[in-house]
């Protein structure tokens, strides 16, 4: 058992992009505020906080049962959130599968027993904090096609935060037949 699984650890829900969509996505990093490093970039589905060792193992077993077929994402547009300073990537529109992935997510994480945030749902990529009013803009889009989710987590370090991916999940239209970690990956 690695360390991350024998502590409380800050876990989140994602979406990863490839190497290939990743660059791609950073090449629109404005040169404003701190740039997100190219390894973090990431779409969040869930931000869960700080997760204890026996609600991290039931929250993987309820992973490995998502249904929730592979889907396509278009990020389209540069904007702003001037209230937390933050740079981002927008889609067109959220695909039905990445809304129903982030309510069966939630579900189980409400199950067992997080507390999470009341806000809305709004699927972004940050591209830097701290950063300076920019005009929000189209983009030329970047196609996106998502074939699996992941659990990361967020150490704070001195120097920013890093995000490790733990583990992942494929997407996928039927239950396959080992439910409980069937198709995932511990990294």
């Not at 209230?83 to 939630?106: F, I, M, N, T, Y």
């Amino acid at each position: 058992m690695e360390g991350w699984e024998r502590r409380k650890a800050r876990l989140f829900f994602a979406l990863w992009p490839d190497a290939a969509v990743r660059g791609r996505i950073a090449a629109q990093r404005p040169a404003v505020g701190r740039s997100v490093a190219e390894e973090n970039l990431h779409l969040t589905l869930l931000f869960l906080g700080s997760v204890d060792v026996e609600q991290s193992r039931r929250l993987r077993e309820a992973a490995a049962t998502v249904i929730v077929p592979p889907f396509e994402l278009r990020l389209v547009r540069l904007d702003y959130w001037s209230r937390s300073r933050v740079a981002w990537l927008g889609l067109d529109e959220a695909p039905p599968a990445l809304l129903s992935l982030h309510r069966q997510l939630k579900a189980a994480a409400q199950k067992v027993g997080l507390a999470l945030e009341s806000r809305r749902y709004r699927p972004h990529v940050t591209l830097a904090r701290d950063a300076a009013t920019i005009a929000p803009r189209p983009i030329d889009p970047i196609h996106w096609t998502v074939t699996d989710f992941c659990l990361a987590e967020s150490v704070l370090r001195p120097e920013g935060s890093q995000y490790l991916v733990r583990q992942r999940w494929p997407l996928r239209t039927e239950v396959g037949p080992a439910v409980g970690g069937a198709g995932a990956t511990v990294e």
